[in-house]
């Protein structure tokens, strides 16, 4: 049992940066793969960037060059650094994680979090 719970998120002004934390607790073998997701209005929830215990990670295309995704084992976290925000990446911001990358990766994983609401104004 994995619990995951998202903080960082908040209204930011376009081109503003905010960073995203995962806070992981239980079955450390559960969060060997760690991901986030993210949901916007109206829209299917998207990969942003995933990645595994040794630092593999792997970034949605649209997300490459913005957005970096890291992880502190010892502390169980994993963490979303966006920069250069813009206003449609306003969604809701959902961690989640697995035992293994690929489910993480296809948006299929053991354990989700509740979200944390990025704004981002024009």
Do not use: H
């Amino acid at each position: 049992q994995v619990q995951l719970v998202e903080s960082g998120g908040a209204l930011v002004q376009a081109g503003g940066s905010l960073r995203l934390s995962c806070a992981a607790s239980g079955n450390i073998f559960g969060i060997n793969a760690m991901g986030w997701y993210r949901q916007a209005p109206g829209k299917q929830r998207e990969l942003v960037a995933a990645i595994s215990r040794d630092g593999t990670t792997n970034y949605a295309d649209s997300m490459k060059g913005r957005f970096t995704i890291s992880r502190d084992n010892a502390k169980k976290t994993v963490y979303l650094q966006m920069n250069s925000l813009k206003p449609e990446d306003t969604a809701v911001y959902y961690c989640n994680a697995d035992p293994l990358l690929s489910r993480v990766v296809g948006g299929n994983p053991r354990s989700w979090g509740q979200g944390t609401q990025v704004t981002v104004s024009s």
